[in-house]
């Protein structure tokens, strides 16, 4: 069996610049961009000015400290209500799915990180939406990851385990003292803390099974789940060698008590491959696990690794394949262009198509990411879609394009310049070689006669510039490091 080993050797102790390993615009949006969904070219610039620990505390706190999404008036809704208040049950419905969704897209271009730990958890805890299908299951399944996904782990994973969307899904409304169902119990310890044959028997399972019975009760399939007395197993369990009359919380507690290394080696490797590469270094991944244990806070564990000097290593950046959401709300959030409503609605819909549709994972384990986003039907539709905004941009909102090209260059008269700014703005690394850069500048420049140029008749101002603009952002979006990050 052959063992990949990361190149990437550096440690996690604090990233301290260097004239080999600078405090720069590359390494500012390399941390932009894998902590949120890129930046802005004055939240670059505003960057420069601070230290990487004070960037990466910024960009932690204001996810940390920001205000939760207020409870929406259907939050509690069932069947019940809709027929009273005479609305249509399906269409109030995917209204309020979409609203959930637009939420998080929200978050995606405000509070990067939070956004992106929303998508990351609810990869993690995985559910489907199109199982439990009420928008009242789902906001409290959003709203308990929202709760939890900087906090601490344990007590989200109790919390997340008995929402009505999770009992729905893996099984557990069906899960009672006269017919046990293992399937929540099985996916506890595969997928959600210990990964899969690690740390457990078959007979933990099904132990496991027995104490988590009695969430059964509901008046139909939109109401919540409640715990019933009626439908528990009373008898005494045996789980990780422990024995008594276990529940579900005893379960839980059981399991930290038992199990707290491998949950949190477990834990620590999947958060390294989503933010940092899809290659492990074992090491660093031991010693946040190590931090991790003491007392399961997520945030500590990750303000340590965005700190270090093994996220800053220059073989960090620039490794990973974006995910659909990656490749659209970075492309927002750098551009800043304008989207008409009906068009940042479709945004879900594009995602979808390329493979990641919010709160539908592909499957139990949820997207693996990285390579699996990238096959030749999902690279053509990035391109299409791209191509669509980007032509949106043009039909609806041309003199922004030339606002972009002003911004990025510092309004510079020469399109070599201008290319290279903008470029540079969407790439996590520069171009290989002068020669690209040149290309894009040969497509830039379009059919102007040559002369406009050397001669110095040509600027930002010039009537064409909306539409250079597009030709070279429909040429970068196809170059291969567009889709890295």
């Not at 604090?14 to 932009?32: E, G």
């Not at 802005?40 to 505390?57: E, F, G, Q, Y």
């Not at 209500?81 to 405000?110: I, K, P, W």
Request: proline share 3%.
């Amino acid at each position: 069996m052959t063992v990949i080993t990361s190149c990437i050797t550096t440690s996690l102790l604090p990233y301290i610049p260097t004239s080999q390993n600078p405090w720069n615009k590359l390494r500012i949006r390399h941390a932009f961009r894998r902590l949120g969904y890129d930046a802005s070219k004055t939240m670059v610039t505003d960057a420069l000015s601070l230290s990487p620990n004070a960037l990466i505390d910024q960009l932690i706190n204001e996810s940390l400290n920001a205000s939760n999404w207020p409870e929406p008036s259907w939050a509690n809704f069932t069947n019940d209500d809709y027929s009273n208040l005479g609305f249509n049950f399906d269409d109030e419905t995917q209204a309020n799915h979409r609203e959930v969704m637009l939420e998080v897209m929200n978050q995606m271009q405000t509070t990067g990180l939070k956004g992106r730990l929303m998508m990351f958890w609810s990869n993690h805890f995985v559910t489907r939406l199109e199982d439990y299908y009420a928008s009242n299951h789902l906001y409290e399944y959003y709203s308990t990851i929202e709760e939890h996904l900087l906090g601490n782990f344990q007590e989200f994973v109790r919390d997340i385990g008995i929402t009505s969307a999770m009992l729905v899904f893996l099984n557990g409304v069906e899960n009672t003292n006269n017919s046990p169902n293992e399937n929540y119990a099985r996916e506890l310890y595969e997928l959600f803390t210990l990964g899969v044959d690690n740390g457990y028997t078959q007979q933990d399972i099904v132990e496991t099974s027995k104490a988590l019975t009695g969430y059964n009760h509901r008046q139909n399939w939109t109401y919540p789940v409640y715990f019933d007395t009626s439908t528990f197993d009373t008898n005494d369990k045996t789980i990780f060698g422990q024995t008594g009359n276990w529940d579900y919380n005893d379960v839980i507690d059981i399991l930290f008590q038992e199990k707290a290394p491998l949950i949190a080696e477990y834990i620590c490797r999947k958060l390294y491959t989503f933010f940092v590469s899809a290659t492990v270094n074992e090491d660093v991944v031991s010693d946040m696990a190590t931090l991790f244990v003491q007392d399961f806070n997520i945030v500590n564990v990750l303000r340590t690794l965005f700190k270090s000097e093994h996220f800053f290593d220059s073989k960090s950046i620039g490794i990973q394949i974006k995910s659909p959401y990656d490749m659209t709300m970075s492309y927002l959030k750098i551009t800043s262009f304008s989207l008409q409503q009906d068009h940042y609605e479709g945004m879900l819909w594009f995602n979808n198509v390329l493979g990641q549709q919010m709160f539908e994972p592909i499957d139990v384990a949820g997207w693996q990411g990285d390579r699996d986003w990238i096959n030749s039907s999902t690279l053509t539709g990035r391109w299409q879609i791209l191509q669509w905004t980007i032509w949106h941009t043009w039909n609806n909102f041309k003199e922004e394009l030339r606002t972009f090209a002003i911004e990025s260059s510092d309004n510079s008269s020469d399109p070599y310049v201008v290319v290279k700014s903008i470029i540079d703005r969407f790439m996590p690394l520069e171009l290989y070689s002068v020669e690209d850069y040149q290309a894009a500048t040969d497509v830039f420049k379009h059919n102007l006669p040559e002369n406009y140029y050397e001669n110095q008749l040509w600027n930002l101002q010039y009537e064409s510039v909306p539409y250079q603009v597009v030709l070279l952002l429909l040429h970068l979006i196809k170059l291969p490091e567009f889709q890295l990050k």
